[in-house]
């Protein structure tokens, strides 16, 4: 029977030390909370998005960072297997808009619970301990040294820590510096799914705004890269919310490349059903001036903004809008642009982009090509996928691997 210590007790970690206690081994997880799957329970909103119902090719399009590289991941444990797996463990989901797999109780709390039940009826050892060192000999894994002092003797190590966003939840890029103590190349970390700060001031002014059922259109260096409907929001820093962050995945190089967001406010009208909107509206409110007459069409909040963008005098009377300012507004309204210079912190982020090179772990086990016995799961890897639940899919995915071929791997 193999010693199997996992590093993190997070989605990957808990799929990988369940699985390989499953196959035989006997497996500690190390976890540096006082609870596993801490990063679980603020996911989907506190609901957990636990993965998307679509087949394989669907699954790898949703994959800008290294998709060949989870070929033999996804087709060993898919979008299907993840959800018949949480059924069989008695976790009921439900399939909403986007293909997006749910809870049917909504909570991520059962989700965590549910892979925690797994690991320990399987039976995992959990530890509260935080891992420094990996422990080698004659150039394969012997064990794990802990910031106590507490040495775990391994055949296989599982290096499951997560990236670097959202550091509350334990994830401090710890997986990245034991990678790289041995060997590892770790590639450029940057945030992904995370929130946008944008130049233009009026961001402030617009600060808690949140908009519904808009189309938000993103370009890089004029050309469009990224357009959806749904829900965004105004920070004081730039933008954020689901559509925001979902643009936000596909945003790589600010250094070299310019990028600005364009919103529909009106997403249901034509251009030619907008201004018959606008005409409407200005002949009911003709005597009146022009920044009391368009609380129907938008929030109270942003009127002074279009105004201004408008460049027309506020307390202009409607009836002496011409045909050529209103042609204007409509532009405005259906292109509502906004620069954007950065992503917002790693700290903010949903998911890490970068970490340890895809060139050096196997993709068929998921095991080190620089040093045997040594495995990876989750985040950890340079691999990230869109919103939707691609990126737990690919723990899911990568952690099956790592626990079943270290749990099967010969000495």
Request: glycine share 10%; aromatic share 8%; charged share 25%.
């Amino acid at each position: 029977m193999p010693n199997v210590v996992v590093i993190g007790g997070g989605a990957s970690g808990l799929m990988a030390a369940g699985t390989a206690a499953y196959y035989g081994a006997n497996v500690t997880l190390l976890e540096k909370n006082s609870r596993t799957g801490r990063k679980i329970l603020v996911t989907g909103k506190g609901r957990c998005n636990i993965t998307n119902n679509c087949d394989k090719d669907t699954f790898i399009a949703n994959v800008p960072t290294n998709p060949r590289f989870l070929y033999s991941a996804i087709n060993n444990f898919d979008c299907q297997d993840t959800i018949d797996f949480f059924n069989d463990l008695g976790l009921e989901t439900k399939t909403e808009r986007g293909n997006r797999v749910f809870p049917v109780s909504d909570k991520a709390m059962d989700v965590a619970d549910t892979l925690y039940t797994f690991a320990k009826h399987n039976g995992v050892k959990i530890i509260e301990s935080t891992a420094k060192v990996i422990l080698t000999s004659e150039g394969k894994v012997s064990g794990v040294l802990d910031t106590k002092g507490n040495k775990y003797d391994a055949d296989c190590v599982i290096i499951a820590t997560g990236g670097m966003s959202y550091p509350g939840t334990g994830s401090t890029g710890d997986g990245y510096k034991l990678a790289k103590t041995v060997g590892h190349t770790i590639t450029e970390i940057k945030p992904s799914l995370v929130g946008l700060i944008s130049s233009d001031e009026f961001c402030k002014e617009l600060q808690g705004l949140s908009l519904k059922n808009v189309n938000l259109t993103t370009y890089e260096n004029g050309k469009e890269i990224f357009s959806e409907q749904g829900e965004m929001l105004f920070t004081h820093q730039g933008v954020s919310g689901p559509l925001v962050l979902s643009a936000s995945s596909h945003m790589r190089n600010f250094e070299k490349k310019s990028y600005k967001i364009s919103i529909d406010l009106k997403p249901a009208l034509s251009e030619e059903k907008l201004d018959l909107r606008l005409q409407k509206d200005f002949s009911e409110h003709k005597n009146n001036q022009i920044n009391n007459s368009l609380g129907k069409l938008l929030p109270k909040k942003i009127i002074p903004v279009v105004l201004k963008m408008w460049g027309i005098d506020p307390t202009k009377k409607c009836n002496s809008i011409t045909k050529e300012e209103r042609q204007e507004l409509n532009k405005i309204l259906k292109n509502f642009t906004v620069k954007i210079k950065s992503l917002g912190s790693i700290k903010e982020a949903i998911i890490t982009s970068g970490g340890v090179s895809t060139k050096e772990i196997s993709p068929k086990t998921m095991e080190s090509k620089i040093l045997s016995g040594l495995f990876f799961c989750g985040e950890v890897i340079d691999v990230d996928a869109y919103t939707g639940g691609f990126n737990l899919q690919i723990a899911f995915s990568t952690g099956r691997l790592a626990g079943y071929y270290s749990a099967i791997k010969e000495g």
